[in-house]
């Protein structure tokens, strides 16, 4: 599966990161944010329902070891993130992808944190939301020092739905993770390697590998954050 | 990278999920400020005289404390999970808080009224709450310290939470050697001390917990 690897070698630029960035003043303020989101779930109640129904079951299957139900489940759960995010950033169009990534990264992470008594939606909604809540208050400290832009309706009409390209390029990220665990990420994530090849093959324990795979998760998800733009 | 192959790359070989050892990891949190909190209670005020644990009154604060721990701790367990519902456990606290003012308020409408005030103030009811928090502040360290290894994601609630824990095992290790006996000392002033913590730790929560 190294297909993956090339696929995505030299795309982590976007040519929306050479607009101007966005003052202070465009953006909402928290607490006004806060307001709007929930009036929005509100209005989504429906829609809401209807992703709760189709992802339940799969990630059920997901959690208890199905591969290709948990495949499914995180394609919906972005679909849905990417609606959701792109509605509370309009300001910020540019960090929609960003987020849906930042988002499922840390979905994954702390998937053990799910409970089966309660819904997924609900689940996924409130790690999204403290995300989104994150990147307001990160957004809000560093764009306060910049100029305010013009255009920036022509701009945000220009936005088509859709996936964009995230700014910040996972892949060349991995690079900066220490070897053990990037290696335990390319061989058992990116190749397709089992974790039993992997241990045969490096002389490690399986359980180690596991270890480093979800350590080096751990620690790209920390670099997404820190990742300046 | 895209989305699409980010999801691969997380799905592919994920196994079941991983187990969530938030009781685990509180217990270990709490257990570990307890230990600290008596010890420097002894070390610090000194530990009271052994006749006074044939009394009742130690066992008052030990028994009040004891029921604000399973309260607050399912409070900041809930806390530490996203979307956990949180109205049990609050109602809990707050029930348990309210039984003991009103405990208090009983036994000072009991007490001779010449003596109220002392029951109130006891000899040491401005140095209490402070003391009292003090002694928390390694349990608030470790519990903040544990929950960020969890999944909170209401910061400022389960800041709160988590000083609340703190609040009620620092009451615990100040009670060896807390001199006050009156039931309305207790309800008043060591509330106020547990409160204090649980607003500590709720400012500090959206600082440390970020994640």
Request: glycine share 8%.
């Amino acid at each position: 599966m190294s297909s993956i690897i090339r696929m995505e070698q030299g795309k982590g630029y976007n040519a929306s990161r050479d607009q101007k960035p966005i003052t202070k003043e465009a953006l909402p303020t928290l607490s006004g944010c806060n307001q709007t989101i929930i009036a929005d779930e509100l209005k989504d109640d429906e829609q809401h329902r209807d992703f709760e129904s189709g992802l339940k079951p799969l990630w059920l299957r997901a959690q208890s070891g199905d591969e290709l139900a948990y495949r499914e489940a995180l394609r919906l759960i972005a679909g849905r993130l990417r609606h959701y995010f792109r509605r509370h950033l309009m300001n910020l169009p540019d960090d929609v992808e960003d987020l849906v990534q930042e988002t499922l990264l840390a979905l994954h992470l702390h998937r053990g944190s799910y409970d089966p008594a309660q819904p997924v939606s609900a689940w996924v909604l409130g790690i999204s939301r403290h995300k989104l809540m994150d990147l307001y208050r990160r957004r809000g400290r560093r764009e306060a020092l910049h100029e305010p832009i013009d255009g920036l309706e022509d701009y945000l009409a220009a936005v088509e739905p859709g996936e964009t390209l995230a700014n910040v390029d996972l892949r060349s990220l991995f690079e900066e993770l220490p070897k053990a665990q990037r290696i335990a990420i390319e061989m058992t994530k990116l190749e397709g390697l089992s974790v039993t090849q992997a241990s045969k093959l490096t002389g490690v324990s399986e359980s180690a590998i596991k270890v480093q795979v979800h350590r080096g998760l751990k620690r790209l998800a920390a670099l997404v954050r820190k990742e300046p733009k | 990278m895209k989305t699409d192959a980010l999801i691969e790359v997380l799905a592919r070989q994920a196994g079941p999920a991983p187990d969530f050892p938030v009781g685990r990891h509180l217990a270990a949190a709490a257990a570990l400020g307890l230990l600290a909190s008596s010890v420097l209670a002894l070390a610090l005020i000194g530990p009271l005289p052994a006749a006074v644990f044939y009394t009742a009154a130690p066992w008052i604060k030990l028994f009040y404390a004891i029921l604000l721990l399973v309260g607050t701790s399912a409070l900041a367990a809930r806390l530490s999970r996203p979307a956990s519902s949180t109205v049990m456990a609050r109602a809990a606290v707050t029930s348990v808080f309210l039984l003991m003012l009103l405990a208090g308020a009983v036994t000072l409408i009991t007490t001779p009224e010449g003596e109220r005030w002392s029951a109130l103030l006891g000899q040491t009811w401005w140095v209490c709450p402070w003391m009292l928090m003090m002694l928390s502040l390694p349990a608030l360290t470790a519990i903040l310290w544990a929950m960020r290894s969890l999944a909170p994601t209401r910061l400022k609630q389960a800041g709160f939470a988590a000083g609340l824990v703190a609040g009620v095992v620092g009451a615990m290790g100040y009670s060896l050697a807390c001199p006050e006996t009156s039931v309305a000392f207790v309800a008043v002033w060591y509330s106020l001390g547990i409160a204090m913590t649980g607003w500590v730790g709720q400012w500090l929560g959206p600082k440390v917990l970020r994640w």
